[in-house]
């Protein structure tokens, strides 16, 4: 279940959503070349704007969490980081 954005928090809303997926790809909900949300869908479930959806991504991206694949989108990769 998606926890909801913290406004007040000093962690920005890009960094709570990655944060939130990050755990659900460590926790399997998300297995290995599986296609993460879409930044609409992110942007629905957790009501926020397009930036913060797609910066989320790239937070993920940046960890090796997940991999672009252009025009198709972010997927889990076949190994995690340790």
């Known amino acids: 279940m998606v926890q909801p954005i913290d406004r007040d928090s000093a962690i920005p809303p890009y ?3 990655a944060a939130q997926l990050a755990e659900s790809i460590r926790a ?3 297995e290995p070349g599986r296609r993460l949300p879409a930044v609409p869908d992110i942007m629905h ?3 926020v704007a397009k930036t913060t959806a797609a910066k989320a991504l790239q937070v993920l991206a940046s ?3 997940a991999e672009l694949t252009y ?3 972010y997927y889990v990769p076949e190994r995690l980081p340790e």
Do not use: S
């Open 15 to 17: 960094r709570q959503v």
């Open 28 to 30: 399997g909900k998300y």
């Open 45 to 47: 479930e957790w009501g």
């Open 63 to 65: 960890q090796g969490l």
């Open 71 to 73: 025009g198709m989108g």
